[in-house]
T-cell receptor
């Protein structure tokens, strides 16, 4: 069965410090992994997907199949990065996404 | 580009009252549609998804139901609300193998 684990509910870092939001998954096939972000009073929106191998707002995430992880990283955190971050998995041929419980990131000025 | 509308934006209902939340999608045809709930202190939970008119799949058994009367309309309902139904309800759409796009959400408080 699919499972997405985000071990940290809350994460605080100082502005300019590196940040890593952890995500581990469980899936028997080849999943698609996503990171979603929800800023205060805004809708949930897609941040990035592993297929695109892109960097959005300075964030990157690499799919590590050996460790079944998809950690989100940014070398220098900014105050505007404070938000709720969700890791999500979509199984091959599936119609839905499985979300982790989310990590609330607070960047301290 | 697709746009997802949800209403109402906020709703306060007494326990035992009925519920109807509506989601409509613009800019796409035959979308896959989803209802998620985001409860306080918990992550997103998929409630229902639909791949076409009249086709509903339930992920979590509960006192909620969903219907899809039109291609771009998805409705979440309940005959009798429970306190535990309070939460933030999100409608989303996304094609197979692609990303999901979310509506603005409805915040439901059951008293």
């Amino acid at each position: 069965a699919q499972r997405v684990t985000q071990p940290e509910k809350l994460l605080s870092v100082f502005k300019g410090a590196p940040v890593e939001l952890k995500c581990n998954y469980s899936y028997s096939g080849s999943p698609e992994l996503f990171w979603y972000v929800q800023y205060s009073r805004q809708r949930l929106q897609l941040l990035l997907r592993h297929i695109s191998r892109e960097s959005i707002k300075g964030f990157t995430a690499d799919l590590n199949k050996g460790e079944t992880s998809f950690h989100l990283k940014k070398p220098f955190a900014q105050e505007e990065d404070s938000a709720m971050y969700y890791c999500a998995l979509k199984g091959a041929g599936a119609n839905n996404l499985f979300f982790g419980t989310g990590t609330r990131l607070t960047v301290i000025p | 580009s697709q746009t997802i509308h949800q209403w109402p934006a906020t709703l306060v209902q007494p326990v035992g009252s009925p519920l109807s939340l509506e989601c409509t999608v613009e800019g796409t045809s035959n979308p896959n549609l989803y209802w998620y709930r985001q409860a306080a202190g918990r992550g997103l939970q998929l409630l229902f998804y639909s791949v076409g008119i009249g086709q509903i799949s339930s992920e979590v058994p509960q006192n909620l139901s969903a219907s899809r009367p039109q291609d771009r309309q998805f409705i979440l309902s309940s005959k009798k609300l429970l306190l535990s139904d309070s939460g933030f309800y999100l409608c989303a759409q996304g094609a197979l193998g692609a990303t999901q796009y979310f509506g603005p959400g409805t915040r439901l408080t059951v008293l």
